[in-house]
T-cell receptor, first 113, second 113 residues
């Protein structure tokens, strides 16, 4: 069974450009998470979905970040416009409903120049 | 917000040595999770702990849920080169049982052959 799939793995953009990351969770995992991991730190939650509903987006910088999970499966995280401080690894994870064991994807490494 | 403090920040050991690391919090956690992250990959779950005092093993890895519920420990016996990576503790924030995981800053392990 495929794990959590993310793309692209790497992205280099100039500041003020837009960027989007895609995630396909494990089949049957209704809960999907986007985390951001800065260099030398642990992951920090950006947004959590239960099916297509965003149930926790309190740490998502809504002025430039947006996310969607229209059909309750795949999800997209967008940054527009990107800033230098957005350089990080963006991790997607999924879990069964009510579970706290998350399965992570390999991440999308963003470099903003 | 809640913080998890991991110690030590980094370790340099010889192959075959045993390793101990810990994670502490100022708040009570109902679940403790230990993840390992290899370079360029997402975190992978090693051990999950659900009960104060619980001691759980996974091969050469053993983790314990502290009795105070404010700490957890991870031990690796007879280390091998593939143990190299970053080890994170994590737990659900706010005294909940699931949902938003808070991560420690990680312990970087280097194993010299």
């Amino acid at each position: 069974e495929a794990g959590v799939v993310q793309s692209p793995r790497y992205k280099i953009i100039e500041k003020k450009q837009p960027v989007a990351f895609w995630c396909n969770p494990i089949s049957g995992h209704n809960t999907l998470y986007w985390y951001r991991q800065n260099l030398g730190q642990g992951p920090e939650l950006l947004i959590r979905y239960e099916n297509e509903e965003a149930v926790d987006d309190s740490q998502l910088p809504k002025d430039r970040f947006s996310a969607e999970r229209l059909k309750g499966v795949d999800s997209t995280l967008k940054i527009q416009p990107a800033e230098l401080g957005d350089s990080a690894v963006y991790l997607c994870a999924s879990s069964l409903p009510g579970a706290n064991v998350l399965t992570f994807g390999a991440g999308s490494r963003l470099t903003v120049l | 917000g809640q913080q998890l403090n991991q110690s030590p920040q980094s370790m340099f050991i010889q192959e075959g040595e045993d390793v101990s690391m810990n994670c502490t919090s100022s708040s009570i956690f109902n679940t403790w999770l230990w993840y390992k992250q290899d370079p360029g990959e997402g975190p992978v779950l090693l051990i999950a702990l659900y009960k104060a005092g619980e001691l759980t093993s996974n091969g050469r890895l053993t983790a314990q849920f502290g009795i105070t519920r404010k700490d957890s420990f991870l031990n690796i016996s007879a280390s091998i080169p593939s143990d190299v990576g970053i080890y994170f503790c994590a737990g659900p924030a706010g005294g909940t049982s699931y949902g938003k995981l808070t991560f420690g800053q990680g312990t970087i392990l280097t194993v010299h052959p």
